[in-house]
């Protein structure tokens, strides 16, 4: 399910974590990158909605592209 992915991916390097434990700090195994729990969920979940609504526009002004589909090009 994609809820629980992003509340388990890095904000940061992107890596996806198989369990967070009850951990209240979210620390990143792969890089090292820590924040508390709440403020990285609610991180991935905005970086998210930003990839999902996130569009190109050319010169005439017509919407020609969607940005890409991994989430780790939109890491902070």
Same mark, same amino acid.
């Given at each position: *399910?994609?809820?629980?992915?992003?509340?388990?991916?890095?904000?940061?390097?992107?890596?996806?974590?198989?369990?967070?434990?009850?951990?209240?700090?979210?620390?990143?195994?792969?890089?090292?990158?820590?924040?508390?729990?709440? *403020?990285?969920?609610?991180?991935?979940? *905005?970086?998210?909605?930003?990839?999902?609504?996130?569009?190109?526009?050319?010169?005439?002004?017509?919407?020609?592209?969607?940005?890409?589909?991994?989430?780790?090009?939109?890491?902070?």
């Amino acid at each position: *399910m994609w809820l629980e992915a992003v509340s388990k991916t890095c904000t940061k390097c992107g890596y996806i974590h198989q369990s967070l434990g009850g951990a209240k700090v979210f620390k990143c195994y792969s890089c090292g990158h820590s924040l508390p729990w709440e *403020m990285n969920g609610a991180l991935g979940f *905005m970086l998210r909605a930003l990839r999902d609504t996130a569009f190109t526009i050319n010169s005439d002004g017509v919407a020609i592209a969607a940005l890409s589909g991994n989430f780790r090009y939109c890491v902070a």
